[in-house]
């Protein structure tokens, strides 16, 4: 089967597309003929050394996946070869999805509607669990709350703003001049173009600051939200930050996630009812992986896909 692989930190360029043996799956695994791969963020981080999460290469990039199951492991008994199957496998350790055949834990999948396409299901696990975790389980949203979604247009952004609505918030989202359509159309009550307006100087008494960025943007998000309130950071937060939110008795959280099927179908059950929906706006076969890299560097709306 072929694999995108980096034997080295670096630029798109360290991406090499591999044939190796396929995978066979373990007890309580299954493989997966991948039928689609999300793109995210995160996939750049760890290529580029930046955030080295699983360690030095030689390794695979990537988390979300959607596809077929073709074998299974002793144990299984959830799926049978055929189904059809998504989900975000073995975050925070190697995922490996950038590849045609993948190996994932049985229990870390979830079966893929008959309404969903691998396409949209591969773009849903990371940014569903991050929007689901910051906005449901930690900050525990309450209709009429008002929620500040920053970089709404991207990944996480424009799930986290449609999640608040179906829970009776109020939202205020940030994006580029490019994005404001979009993420108003997403529900969205105000939309700021970060490029033309400072949120900080125009926002107070926030109940929750989801924030994409963290370090230095962290205190920026601070001094919007209400004391007692929650700032949800996706990257590291500063100790300085730290000792700011403690002492207003506000909740800092570094969200980190790790699969979690019921987060995962909460999201996929709001799809069901045509009330969130994951967009995809752009795709990209395996081989090309470097340019959707490329791509998600130049700011994307919703998120990008690879297909085998």
Sequence with gaps: MRTITQTSFGGT??????????PEPSAGEVRIAVGAIGVNPLDVAVREGWYPMIGEPPFTLGWDVAGTVDA????????????????MPRLPGAGNTYAEQVVVPAAELLATPDWLDDAH???????????????????QLQPGQRVLVQAAGGGVGHVAVQLAK?????????????????????????????REQDFATLLS????VIDPFGGESVGRSLAVVRDGGVV?????????????????????????IVPSRAALQAVVDLMAADRLAVHVSGRFPLAQAGAAHDELGRGVVGKLVLVP
């Design 205 to 208: 008494d926030v109940d929750l």
């Design 166 to 194: 179906t829970l009776g918030a109020e939202v205020v989202a940030t994006a580029s001049a490019g994005k404001v359509d979009f993420v108003r159309g997403l529900g969205a009550d105000q939309v700021i173009d970060y």
């Design 232 to 256: 949800a950071s996706l990257l590291d937060v500063r100790e300085e930050d730290v000792v700011a939110a403690k002492e207003r008795g506000i909740e800092l959280n570094r969200v980190r």
């Design 13 to 22: 360029d360290v991406l090499e597309q591999v044939d190796v043996p396929s």
């Design 121 to 139: 299901a591969a773009a849903l696990p990371l940014v569903a669990h991050t929007a689901y975790r910051s906005i449901v389980e930690i900050a």
């Design 72 to 87: 299974l492991g002793d144990g299984v008994t959830d799926f049978a070869v055929g189904d059809r199957v998504f989900g």
